[in-house]
């Protein structure tokens, strides 16, 4: 008997002592550290869980680095699947594709492409080595086909490209977070709504030199992105909110902290379109770390592309602000309630079948 099949055996052991014991859901625990036992769980759920309705999938992922090495593209396909990790700071999966692979389809950490999944208290790191770049180090983290995803204190350490939704009619939801990037880092489809997250503006030059873009919305459901009560970070030059890259491209920044308010350009966004000309992109209630208010009382800022020309007001008054509530902008799907119940089931379940053991 080979290594992989005794290693499916043990799984596959794992999921009938869940179910045994009485579980409403399967639980599979990783090996410590080891890599190999990772994939071979995403295996195992993938085929576990082919059907939209399936019984989810618990992948525990107890406190570790598990490298991946060159290997990209490593897929999530399973629907209602859940990966924990054991601290957004100590349970690390991460992979480092050579320069030469570099491209916002080929490098991914994570592929996704199932619907419900849910990711929690772990770090992705692509940790391809982005200043050796030539012109583009397009490093994916995550790159996102399915639906209904919901990230609860997940880090994503990257560069360009670090987060990517590929679905137009997606909707993804990210909660006391953590997101790193340089150009268009969180980028694509679909409506995504960052919670009280914190974004963190790497350095577009190993210098220090250098703009960056933090976001990139393409075609979207309805709203696109939207950050709420998030933290922005900066450590590199200058920045700018967002960049319309196609589609219905629409990104809103409500009641945000930015800890460098200095460092954002005098526009706020990048006006020159990477394929279209912006549909909406707002900015509402922004402040300083002391709380003073930073969003300007107007700002009609003329976007174009190419000989296209539209002229839109960007600043919103900060009263508001309560229009973009997670209740009013994702009220049939309610991320946050979901996200609130998949913490709470989650951590039950590795208290009784993985913590105390």
């Not at 014991?21 to 993938?46: D, H, M, P, T, Y």
């Not at 491209?103 to 770090?123: E, M, P, V």
């Amino acid at each position: 008997m080979n290594i992989k099949t005794i290693m499916a055996s043990l799984f596959l052991g794992l999921f009938a002592l869940a179910s045994h014991a009485g579980n409403a859901e399967n639980v599979i625990v990783v090996e410590k550290g080891n890599a190999e036992s990772f994939l071979q769980a995403l295996r195992v759920a993938n085929e576990k869980n082919k059907n939209i309705n399936a019984k989810r999938v618990t992948i525990y992922l107890p406190a570790g680095t598990y490298d991946l090495g060159k290997r990209t593209l490593n897929l999530l396909s399973g629907n209602n699947v859940t990966i924990v990790g054991q601290g957004m700071d100590n349970t690390i999966i991460k992979n480092a594709p050579d320069v030469k692979d570099e491209g916002i389809s080929k490098t991914a950490t994570l592929l996704i492409r199932g619907n419900n999944t849910y990711l929690q208290d772990l770090t992705l790191l692509n940790a391809m080595d982005y200043y050796a770049a030539d012109k583009a180090g397009r490093a994916v983290c995550i790159q996102d086909f399915g639906t209904h995803t919901i990230c609860k204190r997940v880090k994503m350490l990257s560069h360009q490209d670090t987060y990517y939704t590929k679905n137009s009619e997606g909707e993804f939801y990210w909660e006391d977070s953590e997101i790193h990037g340089t150009v268009d880092f969180i980028c694509g489809r679909g409506d995504v709504y960052f919670q009280k997250c914190r974004i963190v503006i790497e350095k577009r030059n190993a210098d220090g030199t250098g703009g960056c873009v933090i976001a990139a919305p393409n075609q979207s459901k309805t709203f696109g992105m939207l950050f709420n009560e998030c933290v922005i970070e900066n450590r590199t030059q200058s920045y700018s909110l967002a960049r319309s890259w196609g589609g219905k491209s629409c990104c809103y920044y409500v009641n945000n902290t930015l800890l460098d308010p200095a460092r954002i350009i005098k526009t706020r966004f990048t006006l020159q379109g990477m394929n279209v000309v912006p549909n909406a992109f707002i900015e509402c209630g922004s402040k300083d770390a002391n709380g003073n208010l930073l969003t300007p009382i107007s700002n009609r800022q003329t976007f174009y592309k190419d000989t296209i020309k539209i002229t839109l007001e960007t600043a919103m008054p900060a009263e508001k602000a309560a229009q973009y509530s997670v209740k009013k902008m994702l009220s049939k799907w309610r991320p946050d309630k979901a996200a609130a119940k998949l913490e709470k089931n989650t951590c039950g379940i590795l208290k009784k079948y993985v913590l105390e053991k």
